[in-house]
């Protein structure tokens, strides 16, 4: 049988597609309708103390333990800079995010990502520590990017509020990112695959909601 999955959820529109993702796909591998055992729970992140946050992280990670789930993961890129108050304390394995993100990236043979988040995430050392310890180089957005990217996710994508003027943007970060060297460009946070994806990116974009859906359900079937 299949290991239980255990979803730390944020945002509830991210937390949906990751998801939606394990139940849609899982079927590749386990048959029609088929997929491992999920369960989530998700608390209301309102803070902005990230020790309080990890203390929510962790809350919710003793709920799904309780709830039989074998590990862990959480479909939101920013909150991880909560996770090291709480590694230790963790009541199963957690899958990290980025280090989903980064094997693919070196699978397919990347060899400088542009990171794509919230204004958190991106000034933050989520991704960089995970891609430098794979010798992955990453250049950050801009200030005034990353504030309006920020503004995006907050105003509207977490509000499923989906605009041309959004994609726009994300179009123009994109170019100027592929100008400074990128060749392809993390969507590091779980709303932006919503409106953005390599049919509308100039360069090549590693999802990471689904990329860590994936990763999720193969450890579920392969039980490591």
């Known amino acids: 049988m299949p290991q239980h999955i255990g979803i730390v959820g944020c945002s509830a529109v991210g937390a ?4 939606r993702t394990i139940c849609l796909e899982g079927e590749q591998f386990l048959g029609r309708y ?6 989530m729970h998700t608390h209301s992140f309102a803070r902005d103390d990230w020790q309080a946050v990890g203390e929510l992280m962790l809350s919710s990670a003793k709920k799904l333990a309780s709830a039989g789930a074998d590990f862990l993961i959480c479909p939101d890129n920013t909150i991880h800079q909560a996770l090291p108050f709480i590694c230790s304390r963790l ?3 957690w899958l990290h995010i980025a280090e989903a993100v980064a094997e693919e990236a070196v699978r397919r043979g990347f060899r400088c990502l542009g990171l794509l988040g919230t204004r958190w995430l991106v000034e933050s050392e989520v991704y960089p520590q995970v891609l430098t310890a794979r010798r992955v180089k990453y250049v950050r957005p801009e200030t005034a990017e990353r504030e309006e990217i920020n503004r995006i996710i907050f105003d509207e994508l977490v509000c499923d ?4 003027e959004a994609v726009a943007y994300h179009q123009r970060v994109i170019s100027r990112l592929k100008d400074a060297g990128c060749d392809a460009v993390v969507l590091g946070c779980t709303e932006i695959p919503l409106i953005m ?3 509308n990116s100039l360069l090549p974009t590693l999802d990471s909601t689904r990329l860590l859906a994936r990763a999720a359900i193969r450890r579920a079937i392969e039980g490591e």
């Open 16 to 19: 949906a597609l990751c998801y």
């Open 34 to 39: 088929g997929h491992p055992e999920v369960s």
């Open 91 to 93: 009541p199963r394995p």
């Open 161 to 164: 509020l989906f605009k041309p």
């Open 197 to 199: 994806n390599d049919a």
